[in-house]
């Protein structure tokens, strides 16, 4: 019943900008962190972004000072702005909502949305 729908994704040049947006459906609410992860070719996926459910961002240490994560509440969405985008950002990114209690852990993913950074 929890839907995550992923958008923005694109062609963009070096030093160029994009901006992700995921809205949540379901059950998802501030108990749960959400963030974003991306996985390029012939690499593992790794956390890009992510807030936590007490509303803080934790960002991965290539992409500090570059993106910027930003939960809405209300509208049950999460976005990630990303700039001065490097030819290393390119991969697949996906949106994520995730709560663990204890050995109960719920997990949920998008289905990912392209970002490629080329010349």
């Known amino acids: 019943q929890v839907q995550l729908v992923e958008s923005g994704g694109g062609l963009v040049q070096p030093g160029g900008s994009l901006r992700l947006a995921c809205a949540a459906s379901g059950s998802i609410n501030s108990n749960y962190a959400m963030g974003w992860y991306r996985q390029a070719p012939g690499k593992q996926r790794e956390l890009v972004a992510e807030?936590?459910?007490?509303?803080?961002?934790n960002y991965a240490d290539s992409v500090k000072g570059r993106f910027t994560i930003s939960r809405d509440y209300v509208k049950n969405t999460v976005s990630l702005q990303m700039n001065t985008l490097k030819p290393e950002d390119t991969a697949v990114y996906y949106c994520n909502a995730r709560r663990i209690m204890g050995t109960v852990h719920y997990e949920y993913w998008g289905q990912g949305t392209q970002v490629t950074v080329s010349s």
């Open positions: 807030v936590s459910r007490g509303g803080y961002p």
